[in-house]
T-cell receptor, first 114, second 119 residues
Framework: ETGVTQTPRHLVMGMTNKKSLKCEQH?????MYWYKQSAKKPLELMFV???????ENNSVPSRFSPECPNSSHLFLHLHTLQPEDSALYLC?????????????FGQGTRLTVV | AQSVTQPDIHITVSEGASLELRCNYS??????LFWYVQSPGQGLQLLLK??????LVQGIKGFEAEFKRSQSSFNLRKPSVHWSDAAEYFC?????????????????FGSGTQLTVLP
């Protein structure tokens, strides 16, 4: 248990559906991240939030829409996804300041787009 | 731009044998280096990290890694592998300094090495 909780653990959705992934951390961290993990590919950083402000958007398609209402919660809203978006979506958090920091990961949401 | 290369996609070792997983990085300044492990269906768990100081770092589960600046490497080792070590291992590099105060640390991951342990 890393202190980062993601729900749901598994999600199957059609291409016309709208769904949301949720991430929650109570570690007191001020930075939160969304990563995409596809088979045979390195983890891809999607979004970064620091103190609730989005500081990074790595050319992610607009069908992925992040939301960070506070430093403890991060959402990823999904709509009109494509089958190639099927992947494991990992949330992480870290303490943005200080030298000895590390990212703590949730267990991920396994997303299947049909 | 920073990058991480894990040249071995899949490694198979016998239980009790020693293990070394390779990681090479490219980064323009002093990097922060990490090894994570991912069991099937799970998220990533930090094994160890290197920020500065002693270049041989100890981690959890009996793992260690050595930072070699001259070789731009951060290889992961374990003297005796257990069947429960079967998993995927990721090396990651992050910036050693923040662009501005309060910037979030970002990691670049390698593509991973899948470890199989034979009984």
């Amino acid at each position: 248990e890393t202190g980062v909780t993601q729900t749901p653990r598994h999600l199957v959705m059609g291409m016309t559906n709208k769904k949301s992934l949720k991430c929650e951390q109570h570690l007191g961290h001020n930075a939160m991240y969304w990563y995409k993990q596809s088979a045979k590919k390195p983890l891809e950083l999607m979004f970064v939030y620091n103190f609730k402000e989005q500081t990074e958007n790595n050319s992610v398609p607009s069908r992925f829409s992040p939301e960070c209402p506070n430093s403890s919660h991060l959402f990823l809203h999904l709509h009109t996804l494509q089958p190639e978006d099927s992947a494991l979506y990992l949330c992480a958090s870290s303490q943005g300041q200080g030298m000895n920091t590390e990212a703590f990961f949730g267990q991920g949401t396994r997303l299947t787009v049909v | 731009a920073q990058s991480v290369t894990q040249p071995d996609i899949h490694i198979t070792v016998s239980e009790g044998a020693s293990l070394e997983l390779r990681c090479n990085y490219s980064y323009g300044a002093t990097p922060y280096l990490f090894w994570y492990v991912q069991s099937p269906g799970q998220g990533l768990q930090l094994l160890l990290k290197y920020f500065s100081g002693d270049t041989l770092v100890q981690g959890i589960k009996g793992f260690e890694a050595e930072f070699k600046r001259s070789q731009s490497s951060f290889n992961l080792r374990k003297p005796s592998v257990h069947w429960s070590d079967a998993a995927e291992y990721f090396c990651a590099v992050g910036p050693a300094s923040f662009i501005s105060s309060g910037s979030a640390r970002q990691l670049t991951f390698g593509s991973g090495t899948q470890l199989t342990v034979l009984p």
